[in-house]
T-cell receptor, first 114, second 113 residues
Framework: GNSVTQMEGPVTLSEEAFLTINCTYT??????LFWYVQYPGEGLQLLLK?????DKGSNKGFEATYRKETTSFHLEKGSVQVSDSAVYFC?????????????FGRGTQLTVWP | KAGVTQTPRYLIKTRGQQVTLSCSPI?????VSWYQQTPGQGLQFLFE???????NKGNFPGRFSGRQFSNSRSEMNVSTLELGDSALYLC????????????FGPGTRLLVL
């Protein structure tokens, strides 16, 4: 079946620190992978995505590389800002009977202190 | 383009009542998916509609139902509300192709007393 496992937080960092949030997945076939971010009181915003092995998604200084050999899609940012404080979700979508459904990790709460 | 809109944003109901939530997808998007988000269970898939047909359904009781209209707008209904139905209900829309990115609305926060 399909599932996503991501490190659970909370993660607390100082401004300008390096960020890594680990995400691994199990999927049938060849999934697309996503990172979403949720700010307090809001819905989910797409942060980045990758649709095939070795693709790198990037946006707003965040990056993640689709690693088929390790079934991973770790999120990284070289220098976090206070405004990056939010909950981050790793997700996958797959074909076939799971059409239209995203599988999410449990989310990682990130807090960045000035 | 306008994003996904959900109404109402907040709702308070009592046990036993029913509720209807509405979702308007991004213009041109024909697939609408619904998710329930709670602190304990995280994000759980409810169902997905495409061209007025339910294509996929999560593991929720029959009290949770939905529909999609010809203009792609969607509604979900929860009957006989229980305290455990208190959650943030998120709607997402996408184009018709498989594995297409889903864009989320701001959610409807439902509190059942």
């Amino acid at each position: 079946g399909n599932s996503v496992t991501q490190m659970e937080g909370p993660v607390t960092l100082s401004e300008e620190a390096f960020l890594t949030i680990n995400c691994t997945y199990t999927a049938t076939g060849y999934p697309s992978l996503f990172w979403y971010v949720q700010y307090p009181g809001e819905g989910l915003q797409l942060l980045l995505k990758a649709t095939k092995a070795d693709d790198k998604g990037s946006n707003k200084g965040f990056e993640a590389t689709y690693r088929k050999e390790t079934t991973s899609f770790h999120l990284e940012k070289g220098s976090v800002q206070v405004s990056d404080s939010a909950v981050y979700f790793c997700a996958l979508s797959s074909r076939g009977s799971t059409l239209g459904r995203l599988y999410f990790g449990r989310g990682t709460q990130l807090t960045v202190w000035p | 383009k306008a994003g996904v809109t959900q109404t109402p944003r907040y709702l308070i109901k009592t046990r036993g009542q029913q509720v209807t939530l509405s979702c308007s997808p991004i213009s041109g998007h024909r697939s609408v998916s619904w998710y329930q988000q709670t602190p304990g269970q995280g994000l759980q898939f409810l169902f997905e509609y495409f061209s007025e047909t339910q294509r996929n359904k999560g593991n929720f009781p029959g009290r949770f139902s939905g529909r999609q209209f010809s203009n792609s707008r969607s509604e979900m209904n929860v009957s006989t509300l229980e305290l455990g139905d208190s959650a943030l209900y998120l709607c997402a829309s996408s184009l018709e192709q498989t594995q297409e990115t889903q864009y989320f609305g701001p959610g409807t926060r439902l509190l059942v007393l």
